[in-house]
C-alpha cells in the first residue's frame, strides 16, 4: 500500500488566495483526520471523518477553513481566504477504526506559507 | 480537560547510549497512550501504544514505554541509541474515542 498520500507537498501562496489541500487515504480506512502543526500550538486536530460524514469540525479555527470528503479516497481541506497565521504543515491521517483506539497512519504533510 | 506534557524540549545523546523520554498526562481516568516519531520532513509513525494490560510495552525500532498510573507517566526508553534515532518524538493520549491529544514533542539529537 502507498500509504497516505498528500498533494501539493509545498505550497506558497499570497495572503487572500484560495488554498486547497488534498488527501487520498489508505484503501479500507473508514476513518480520515485533518491536522495542523505549527511552532506556536503543536499538533491540533482540525477535523474528521467517518465513512466520508464528518463528525467533529470543533478543531476548525475559522470559518476560512472548510473540508470535505466526496468519496473514500480523496478529501480536501481548503482554505479561503488564506492568511499568513495560516502557515503550517498540514497533516491527513486515516485509520481503521475509531481514532483513539486503532493507529492513525500519517501522511507526509503539506507544507503551507502564506505570504 | 486532558493534557499532555513533555518537560523536555531538546534532548542530545551519544549513539549507543540509553534514551529516556518523559511523558506526563492529566486526566481523571487511564487514558489510551501512544508515542509517534516524527523524522524531519515525515509524517508521524506510531512507535507503540497501551490500552491496558502489562505495563510495559514494546514498540517498532527497539522502543519500549512503561506505564505507571501512580506518576501520570508514559516514558518512552531504547537501550542503545543509533544515528537513525534522531528525530522529533510525540507522547498523545485519547481519553475516549478518537480525538488524539499531543505533547509538544521531544527533539532528539544523536552525537557520534
Known amino acids: 500500500d502507498a500509504g497516505v498520500i498528500q498533494s501539493p507537498r509545498h505550497e506558497v501562496t499570497e495572503m487572500g488566495q484560495e488554498v486547497t489541500l488534498r488527501c487520498k487515504p489508505i484503501s479500507g480506512h473508514d476513518y480520515l483526520f485533518w491536522y495542523r502543526q505549527t511552532m506556536m500550538r503543536g499538533l491540533e486536530l482540525l477535523i474528521y471523518f467517518n465513512n466520508n460524514v464528518p463528525i467533529d469540525d470543533s478543531g476548525m479555527p475559522e470559518d476560512r477553513f472548510s473540508a470535505k470528503m466526496p468519496n473514500a479516497s480523496f478529501s480536501t481541506l481548503k482554505i479561503q481566504p488564506s492568511e499568513p497565521r495560516d502557515s503550517a504543515v498540514y497533516f491527513c491521517?486515516?485509520?481503521?477504526?475509531?481514532?483513539?483506539?486503532?493507529?492513525?497512519?500519517f501522511g507526509p504533510g503539506t507544507r503551507l506559507t502564506v505570504l | 480537560a486532558q493534557s499532555v506534557t513533555q518537560p523536555d524540549i531538546h534532548i542530545t545523546v551519544s549513539e549507543g547510549a540509553s534514551l529516556e523520554l518523559r511523558c506526563n498526562y492529566s486526566?481523571?481516568?487511564?487514558?489510551?497512550l501512544f508515542w509517534y516519531v516524527q523524522s524531519p520532513g515525515q509524517g508521524l509513525q506510531l512507535l507503540l501504544k497501551?490500552?491496558?494490560?502489562?505495563?510495559l510495552v514494546q514498540g517498532i525500532k527497539g522502543f519500549e514505554a512503561e506505564f505507571k498510573r501512580s506518576q501520570s507517566s508514559f516514558n518512552l526508553r531504547k537501550p542503545s541509541v543509533h544515528w537513525s534515532d534522531a528525530a522529533e518524538y510525540f507522547c498523545a493520549v485519547a481519553p475516549t474515542g478518537y480525538k488524539l491529544s499531543f505533547g509538544a514533542g521531544t527533539t532528539v539529537t544523536v552525537r557520534a
Open positions: 491521517a486515516s485509520s481503521l477504526g475509531r481514532g483513539g483506539f486503532d493507529t492513525q497512519y
Open positions: 486526566y481523571g481516568a487511564t487514558p489510551y
Open positions: 497501551y490500552f491496558s494490560g502489562d505495563t
